[in-house]
């Protein structure tokens, strides 16, 4: 059964930081890796889609990386902003179902 | 604009009623999720369906109901058997199952019992 975990819970950070997000996964057999920002009381925004063959993505100023041998994918977000603040999940793909970790809060202070 | 409409946004549910939260997709997916979130706890899968007219419980089925009988459209059904139904219910659309298959998310609809 794949198991996701996100390091760390919860993240405040001053604006203009660069920070790294974590995911770990048990199970390596993925089909891809999804990264989603959700605002409170909102659903799910996908900001990175990677592939199983691939090694990352990037998207202005957020890069994900992906490495399956060690069960671990980051987000990197540069020169951070208020409007960053939201939780972050990740999920891994298999072929019926995403599977979620509990996401990481992040809390960027002008 | 193509999307995935959730409605009602909130919803309160008396004790022993059945209530259908609405999920409506214009992206022309065949894939549909219902998934719910508690505080504290990832996603879990209610239910998917791959096709119209064909769809398989997920991890925790038990006290929900689905159908799928036009493409664009998943309404679920919180019955009185599920015994704690207050939570963030998410409908999620791809264009298929596999390999490569970007999901997409509604905005989501709050259920309270009251």
């Known amino acids: 059964k794949q198991e996701v975990t996100q390091i760390p819970a919860a993240l405040s950070v001053p604006e203009g930081e660069n920070l790294v997000l974590n995911c770990s996964f048990t199970?390596?057999?993925?089909?891809?890796l999804q990264w989603f920002r959700q605002d409170p009381g909102k659903g799910l925004t996908s900001l990175l889609l990677i592939q199983s063959s691939q090694r990352e993505q990037t998207s202005g100023r957020l890069n994900a990386s992906l490495d399956k041998s060690s069960g671990r994918s980051t987000l990197y977000i540069a020169a951070s902003q208020p409007g960053d603040s939201a939780t972050y999940l990740c999920?891994?793909?298999?072929?019926?179902?995403?599977?979620f970790g509990t996401g990481t809060r992040l809390l960027v202070s002008p | 604009d193509g999307g995935i409409t959730q409605s009602p946004k909130y919803l309160f549910r008396k004790e022993g009623q059945n209530v259908t939260l609405s999920c409506e997709q214009n992206l022309n997916h065949d894939a549909m999720y219902w998934y719910r979130q508690d505080p504290g706890q990832g996603l879990r899968l209610i239910y998917y369906?791959?096709?119209?007219?064909?769809?398989q419980k997920g991890d925790i089925a038990e006290g929900y109901s689905v159908s799928r009988e036009k493409k664009e459209s998943f309404p679920l059904t919180v019955t009185s058997a599920q015994k704690n139904p207050t939570a963030f219910y998410l409908c999620?659309?791809?264009?298929?199952?596999?390999?490569?298959?970007?999901?997409?998310f509604g905005q989501g609809t709050r259920l309270t019992v009251v």
């Open positions: 369906s791959q096709i119209v007219n064909d769809f």
């Open positions: 999920a891994l793909g298999g072929f019926q179902k995403l599977v």
């Open positions: 199970d390596s057999a993925i089909y891809n």
């Open positions: 999620a659309s791809s264009i298929g199952q596999g390999a490569g298959t970007e999901a997409f």
